[in-house]
């Protein structure tokens, strides 16, 4: 008898479908296996006051709170399922010939742990570990379970996920504890998310204290076989060579001239050869930012769509790998997966993709693709058959993402000339940079990020004289920094990098990054803009708190929480040693001239006129205790709409609302705006497109 333990119900069920065991209540039992499974994690760690009773009530007495060793208990809401997953374990007395089939990375390594831990199973040196990229067919089961290595040679993911589930804990526990009392209001700290959050802080307050300046540039337009432009040289500018201030003499010389600048010679044209390689195949870090640029999905959203793709559609490899490349004996299946896709989409609009792609590029000796050095965990997100008919719109975007790129990177390399061209017209000294493509390979087109450096220069000649089209003075004021969005946070957490520039190891894993900032959001620390990423009024609260105590301060330093990343992957012992004696230096020399949070105004209220302000789960009227009291309030969440901030300013002023999904009792979607009438919510009802 074989025993299997999967992390969701829908994986348990493709392993009964490939081994032929049928269901039996809330698992699949035949002769030779027994497939059980977890839905997520199943226990969590005890809470303070598990402990210790006189826990619960939050006191600076009561820390710091570091356990001797930590422990866990059945999440309420599941413990059915635990008790299913404990009686398949205790009533097959299984102390080996186990396979743990959970997820395939640190996270599903120690959900099954945990389960194994609680259950009272021992014998790991004699049990298998299921660890496949590839989606959840009858084939690739049979052979992953066929070629299962002792579940020993996975004890590092598991130490390592031990460790940061312990760190996370200590630090949430006492340092969310220590900043809520000292300030009055209830503030989350995290090793990562709050490291984050001092991240989005230090560029917004770069972008307030930003003073943009004038200046100007003078721009010439000229032809012959193409249009190309260059631009005026400033000789007194050695920084920013083509800039002018809005009172230089010069200035006011060209604009007298410009009209009678008939003719320009180009007096030196230099190139350089360049070639740019197609992009690697997708992580899901990778993944995340590119949706997150073409179609605004939040990381979260990009990761439950691509899941759906491998484990319901088993149409995408596993998603959750940190790998942007093929193991060295991929070759076979990529191959085979390429020949399966030209079949299928040839003749379809996203053949388009697939044009350039060439095949002699399925080699083992292209190491852009195949190369087991570089492999994480699990090879690089891939297509691996066409997606289903089934599929919504968002999950045939993900997939096509994943297609693009898999063909992108078979095609042939960018090639072009970096052109520098100086132009001299009646003596005053013109430069321009630009392009000449000579092959275009993967790209349809030059990168468009800077158009002065990809204007097409091809044909230019030295010494050539070309006609001047018109020449035009613009005005321009220097930009700040842009703000974060989640693209370029999830490039921070990836590739973070120190004061001096060097590369320091990421920040949590590709699993786990899309959560933590969606944590920020749903906690109130960011909102987004657009697809800009702001800190709000709570965001900046909890960071200039945290500023004002230093041994506080590393945990709102990338840097510092990148070595302790580093630690974590050294020494776990070591890693866990050092968090603990920072937690026990910050609680017992803390020095934090916490300031109370003023309350803030959103509005008059409209039943008494007095103030309005934010409470944890309404915006209320700061008469409620009055002679007679006030009544009104607006809660933030209606019909599981919720009311933003600026949205109850909105209602206050006699506003409506965005259009909102709502639902109702009966749990039906619909859409509506909300206004206040009378000082009641009234819904303004709007068709479901």
């Not at 690089?380 to 919504?392: D, G, H, T, V, W």
């Not at 010494?463 to 613009?474: A, G, P």
């Not at 933590?516 to 959001?521: D, N």
Request: hydrophobic content about 35%.
């Amino acid at each position: 008898m074989l025993l299997i333990l999967t992390e969701k119900p829908s994986v348990a069920k493709a392993f009964a479908e490939a081994l032929g065991v049928p269901r039996k209540g809330s698992f699949w039992e035949n002769s030779n296996y027994c497939i059980c499974n977890a839905l997520g994690h199943l226990l969590e760690n005890y809470s303070p006051q598990d402990y210790d009773p006189t826990l619960k009530k939050w006191s600076l007495d009561g820390l710091p709170i570091i356990p001797e060793r930590m422990q866990f208990k059945p999440i309420e809401k599941t413990k059915e399922q635990l008790a299913v997953v404990k009686n398949c374990f205790v009533n097959h007395k299984i102390q080996g010939n186990f396979l743990l089939a959970t997820d395939a990375e640190r996270e599903g390594e120690l959900i099954g742990a945990e389960i194994l831990h609680y259950v009272g199973f021992k014998n790991h040196s004699n049990s298998k570990r299921f660890w496949v990229s590839e989606a959840l067919t009858p084939e690739v089961i049979k052979k992953g379970i066929e070629n299962a290595k002792p579940l020993s040679d996975y004890s590092s993911y598991l130490e390592q996920g031990y460790a940061r589930q312990h760190a996370d804990w200590l630090i949430g526990m006492n340092l969310t504890r220590l900043v809520t009392l000292k300030s009055g209001k209830l503030l989350h700290v995290g090793r990562v998310q709050t490291a984050l959050l001092g991240a989005v802080y230090e560029r917004e307050k770069i972008i307030n204290n930003f003073i943009a300046q004038k200046y100007c540039e003078v721009k010439a337009t000229l032809s012959g076989k193409t249009t190309f432009s260059v631009k005026l040289v400033n000789p007194e500018n050695t920084e920013f060579h083509t800039r002018f201030h809005d009172n230089s003499p010069v200035l006011s010389e060209i604009a007298a001239v410009k009209d009678d600048l008939k003719t320009g010679v180009i007096h030196s044209l230099l190139k350089e050869k360049k070639e740019t390689n197609p992009p690697q195949l997708f992580n899901l870090t990778a993944l995340q930012k590119e949706a997150h640029k073409k179609y605004s999905y939040s990381p979260e959203q990009t990761l439950d769509i691509a899941q759906a793709l491998y484990e319901k559609h088993k149409c995408l490899s596993y998603p959750r790998t940190p790998s942007r490349v093929m193991g060295d004996d991929n070759v076979g299946l990529v191959k085979n997966i390429f020949d399966i896709l030209i079949a299928a989409f040839s003749k379809t609009e996203w053949a388009k993709d697939i044009t350039g792609s060439d095949p002699s590029f399925i080699s083992a000796s292209n190491k852009r693709i195949f190369n087991s050095k570089e492999l994480q965990d699990h090879h690089a997100l891939i297509p691996l058959m066409p997606y289903p008919k089934e599929c919504s719109e968002s999950e045939i975007n993900i997939y096509l993402l994943v297609f693009q790129r898999f063909f992108d990177t078979l095609k042939q390399p960018y090639i072009y000339n970096s052109v520098s061209i100086l132009v001299d017209i009646s003596g005053y000294s013109f430069i321009g940079k630009g392009v000449e493509v000579l092959q275009t390979g993967w790209k349809i087109k030059p990168d468009d990020e800077d158009k002065d450096e990809t204007q097409n220069y091809s044909g230019l000649e030295k010494d050539k004289e070309y006609s001047v089209k018109n020449i035009e003075i613009e005005n321009k004021v220097t930009e700040p920094k842009k703000h974060y969005t989640f693209a370029s946070l999830l490039q921070l957490m990836e590739n973070p990098r120190g004061d001096d520039g060097t590369h320091l190891t990421g920040l949590g894993t590709p699993a786990t990054r899309g959560s933590i900032l969606q944590k920020l959001v749903e906690r109130k620390y960011i909102a987004l803009k657009g697809k800009n990423i702001l800190i709000t009024d709570n965001g900046k609260f909890l960071i200039e708190n945290i500023l004002k105590n230093k041994a506080l301060a590393s945990f709102i330093s990338v840097p510092e929480t990148t070595r302790w990343e580093e630690q974590l992957h050294q020494d776990t012992e070591i890693f866990l040693y050092g968090i603990k004696n920072l937690i026990r230096n910050v609680v017992n020399n803390t020095e934090m001239d916490i300031y109370k949070k003023e309350k803030v105004s959103l509005g008059k209220c409209p039943l008494c006129g007095s103030d309005v302000y934010e409470g944890k789960k309404n915006y209320y009227c700061s008469n409620y205790k009055g002679d007679p009291p006030c009544t009104f309030s607006i809660w933030m969440k209606i019909s599981a709409a919720s009311i933003s901030t600026a949205d109850a300013q909105a209602l206050l002023a006699g506003k409506k609302t965005k259009v909102k999904k709502c639902v109702n009792k009966a749990e039906k979607e619909f859409q509506a705006a909300f206004k206040l009438e009378k000082g009641k919510i009234a819904f303004i009802f709007t068709e479901i497109a």
